[in-house]
C-alpha cells in the first residue's frame, strides 16, 4: 500500500553536545519543496486541554525552503561480504544449515555476485523448494524445507558436466546429530556453463542487492568449497570452526558465535562482514542441544544468525544537510521541522545534552533508550488514544505498517520477535503529532518545569550509558521522566554510585528500570525478553543472553537488582481505563516530612490529570520490603480505587487467579533518604506527570513535585527515619 504524502527524516547522532556536527537524512512523499527550520520542541502536547504545543525557533541553523526527494527503504536484515576479485572454481561446493520460518514468499538463502549480476545462489520459492540459481538458469533441487525445523544442506556444482548433488538431512531443534534422519543425495543437471566466474561479493540471507527476496529464518555455518565435498558432517560438527580454519579448499565460510553489534565472524579472517538491519546473533543454532542455555558456556551451540525480511534498523538515507550545534546553545530536544504549505509537517528531532557540563544544578534525564523501545509502535502499544482522534504521525505510522522500523512491542512477518531497534530511521513517537506516551507525555513535565522558573538541564539515557556516574558531575537533583522502564547496567551503576556520594533524584514515573538493556556503538539497543515480565511476546527460550554484552537479559528484578532497591518502589500493577487518587500514611504528618506536603492538606489527592483523569494510574510501582526497599523509608501515600482492570504484572502471580481486590496492586509515595545523605523521592506512577499539567487536576501532584524539587536543591541535610519496624501497607 502507498504511504500519504509524509515528510520525514532522522538526525545523526540523536544525541549530541554543544558544539557537535548534526547530520540530517530527509525524505518526502512525494517530492516536493518544504520549508524548513529548527526548533526547540519546548512542548508537544497534543490534547486540548493543558498546556498547548510551543515550538520555539532555536534561533541556529538552516532557515529557509529546501527541495527534498523520496529515499528508498530497503528491508531486510543480510550479511553482506566484500570478496575482493575472487573466482569461483570450476567445481564447487555451497553449504549451510537453515531454518525457515516462512515460507509464502521467494527467499534467498545465499547468494554469489557481481555487482548487480548474480551468478549463483540458493533460494527458497514461496511453497518452501529449494532452488539453485546459476548464471540466470533456476534449477529445482528436489528438496522442500519444513519451517521450524533444521535443514543440512550441502550442494556440489560441476560447472563442466552440468552435474548437481544435493545431500540434504532434516534436523529436528535440540536433537543430538547422532539421533537425527538419515541424509538424501540427489542429482540434477544444468547447461554447461563457462569455466570463467567471478565474484565479488557473498550475501547471505537474500539475494543480489539491493533486489528484495529476504529470508525470514535462521541461517548457520554459511560455506563456499573449492571442489566437490560432502558438507553434513561438517555443519554438526562441535570443532566445526578449527577444521574449517585450517582447510585450504574453503573460499568463504562464517560461524556467527563471534557476536556483537561489529561482526567479523569470517573463518578464516581474510573477508570482513557487514551487517545490514543488525540481523539477530547469540541465537541458537544447528548444533543445540538443549544441554546450555547460555551461549557463553557453549559457543559452538550458538552459532547461527536470524535473518527478516522486514527488519529496517538502519535506513541508510544520505545526508540531506548538516549542522553544528553552536558551543552556547541550551540544553534540551530540538527537531528540524518540515512543512510544505499544505498542511503536512515532519520532524528529525535530536537531543542536546548537558552532560559534563551542567550550569543549573537540576537535571532532567530524558529516558531516550525508552523512546527508541517504543518507537513507531502499534496501536496497542501506544497507551491510550488521544481525545483528538487518531493525529497525524500516528496515521502515517499505520499507513507504513513497519516500513519506518519496528518497535520493541512487535513481532516480525515470521512471528519472531523484536529484539534490537536503533535510532537511524523515521522517529515518529519522538516529535509533535504523537499522543501522551513517553516523549509527549514527558514534554508536559519539562513545560510544567519553565512556567515554575526551575531552571533545568537535560541530560539522556545515552549520556549515562556512555559517560556512567561522570555525566552527572555538577547534578545536584535529577529527575527523570515518566516512563523509565529500559536501563543499561552502565546506567545502574552510574546511579548507584551518584545517589551513595549524596546525590538526589526525583522518580516521577512507573514502570522503571525495568528490562536490563544492551547498547550497541551506534546507538542500537538490544532486550531479552526472558522468562517474565509484561511483553508483548516471550523471548525464544535459551536466548537469553544479549549479543551486544554478553549480559543475561531480562529483567532487572529477576537478574537480582530490582528497582526497589535503587528507587525505592518497583513496578506493582497496570491499567489504562483511569486513573486514581492517593491517600496520606501517617507518616506523611511526621514534622520531618512536612515540607513534601506543604499546601496540600487534603487526606485524598490526585484528582484530575490528562493522563486518565487522576496521579495514580497506567503502570503503577509498590514500595515492597522483600525487593530491597529501605525500611528506613517514609511512607507517605498510597493510590487506592483502582479500576477492575488495574492487575498485578504477571512477574507477581505465581498461578491463574481471578480478578480480585488487590492490595498489592498499587502506586506508593516514598521518601527513601540515604546514610550518605543521598535521596530519592518516588511517586510510582506513570500519570503523575499527566496530573502536574492538568488545569482541572486539584493541584497537589504540581504542589508536591515543587516543594520536593526545592527542598532538594536546599544543601541542609534531609532527615532519615529512625529505623523500626516498617510494614508494607497491606500487612
Known sequence: MPLPPHLVGYAVPLVA??????SFHLSAGPATRAAIRIVRLACTNPEPVGPPERLEPAGFGPAGHLDLA?????????????????????????????????????????????????????????????????????????????????????????????EITT?????????????????????????????????????????TPPAGAGFDGLIDLPLVFGGLHDLLETLTNPEAEALLAQDPALIAGFSFRATGASLQPEL??????????????????????????DRRLRPAHYSAMQFNADAMLDAGWPETLGVTAPETLTSGVYALE????????????????????????????????????????????????????????????????GRFGRSLYERFADGSGVVVTGERKPLLSIGPDFRLWGFAADSLFTDWLERQELACDLLTDHDLHHDGEAALNGVRVLITGSHPEYWSTRMWDALSGWLTKGGRLLYLGGNGIYWRTAVAEDGAIEVRRAEDGTRAFIGEPAEYVHAFTDEAGGLWRRLGRPPQALLGVGMAAQGFSRSTLY?????????????????????HFGAGGLMGGGAAGFEIDRYDLALGSDPGAWLLASSFDHAPDVLRTKEEMLSYVPPFRDARARSDIVLTVTETGGAVFAVGSIAWIGSLADPGSDGAAARITGNVIRRF??????????LQKQTDPED
Not at 488514544?385 to 487518531?390: E, F, H, N, T
Not at 536543591?713 to 529512625?722: F, N, V, W, Y
Open 17 to 22: 553536545k554543544p558544539g557537535q556536527r548534526i
Open 70 to 162: 523520496r529515499q528508498p527503504l530497503d528491508p531486510g536484515s543480510r550479511l553482506e561480504v566484500d570478496l575482493g576479485e575472487t573466482l569461483l572454481p570450476e567445481r564447487f561446493t555451497l553449504a549451510l544449515a537453515a531454518m525457515p520460518r516462512r515460507t509464502t514468499q521467494a527467499a534467498t538463502l545465499l547468494a554469489l555476485h557481481t555487482g548487480e549480476r548474480e551468478s549463483v545462489a540458493l533460494a527458497l520459492d514461496p511453497e518452501g523448494n529449494a532452488l539453485i540459481r546459476l548464471g540466470g538458469h533456476v534449477t529445482d533441487l528436489g528438496i522442500t524445507l519444513a519451517k521450524q525445523h533444521w535443514h543440512l544442506l550441502s550442494v556440489s556444482v560441476d560447472r563442466t558436466t552440468g
Open 167 to 207: 545431500r540434504h538431512r532434516q534436523v529436528a531443534p535440540g536433537m543430538p546429530a547422532d539421533r537425527q534422519g538419515a541424509a538424501l543425495s540427489l542429482p540434477r543437471s544444468f547447461t554447461p556453463l563457462p569455466a570463467s566466474m567471478p565474484v565479488r561479493q557473498l550475501t547471505i540471507g537474500a539475494g
Open 268 to 293: 578464516q579472517g581474510r573477508f570482513a562482514g557487514k551487517m545490514i538491519h543488525q540481523p539477530l546473533t547469540a541465537v541458537k543454532g544447528v548444533r543445540w542441544t538443549g544441554e546450555t542455555h
Open 338 to 401: 518540515l512543512s510544505d504549505g499544505e498542511g503536512h509537517r515532519g520532524f528529525a528531532p535530536f537531543f542536546v545534552s548537558a552532560a559534563g557540563s551542567p550550569k543549573q544544578g537540576l537535571a532532567f534525564l530524558a529516558p531516550t533508550f525508552s523512546y527508541l523501545a517504543y518507537c513507531n509502535a502499534p496501536e496497542a502499544m501506544r497507551g491510550p488514544p488521544s481525545r483528538r482522534g487518531l493525529l497525524p504521525a500516528e496515521a502515517l505510522l499505520d499507513a507504513a505498517n
Open 583 to 603: 491517600r496520606k500514611h501517617d507518616e506523611a504528618r511526621a514534622d520531618e516530612t512536612a515540607f513534601v506536603f506543604e499546601g496540600v492538606s487534603e487526606e
Open 713 to 722: 536543591l536546599d544543601p541542609a541535610p534531609l532527615p532519615r527515619k529512625c
